[in-house]
């Protein structure tokens, strides 16, 4: 599975409104998908829009490593299906002007986040569903 990474200069210019138009169109698609506006900068928080699971998973999030998913700061709740505003803490406030990533993790079955036993859930494409975002004022 591929891991792609979005730079800064495409988050500031591509439009919300395309943004969650893309990530709805993954979720119609059925599999997994997930949608996440910039955020706070400063809070410890974060809200995801929504999570769509084909089965059952992990929103999590990830410090920026040079373009790919770094650190786990936060974890959500066993998500089975669909999920809407989710709200999110986060072990560290959000840096301004960083890049974070919503990653969908899988379950291993025991319905508790593990960072080394609950691996990163794929699209159709078999590329990690996620989607970036930036702290913001």
């Known amino acids: 599975a591929d891991i792609k990474a979005i730079p800064i200069s495409g988050i500031q210019s591509t439009s919300l409104n395309d943004r969650q138009k893309n990530a709805e169109k993954m979720?119609?698609?059925?599999?997994?998908?997930?949608?996440?506006?910039?955020?706070?900068?400063g809070l410890s928080n974060v809200n995801i829009g929504f999570a769509v699971f084909a089965d059952s998973g992990f929103v999590v999030i990830h410090e920026d490593n040079r373009g790919?998913?770094?650190?786990v700061i936060g974890s959500s709740k066993l998500i089975h299906g669909r999920a809407d505003n989710i709200n999110m803490q986060t072990s560290i406030?959000?840096?301004?002007?960083?890049?974070?990533?919503?990653v969908l993790h899988r379950d291993n079955g025991d319905?508790?986040?593990?960072?080394?036993?609950?691996?990163?859930?794929n699209d159709k494409e078999s590329d990690v569903t996620l989607m970036s975002f930036l702290a913001t004022k």
């Open 27 to 41: 979720a119609s698609k059925g599999g997994n998908a997930v949608y996440v506006e910039d955020q706070k900068a």
């Open 68 to 71: 790919v998913p770094g650190a």
């Open 93 to 102: 406030p959000l840096q301004k002007d960083q890049i974070y990533y919503a």
């Open 111 to 121: 319905g508790k986040f593990s960072e080394t036993d609950d691996g990163f859930l």
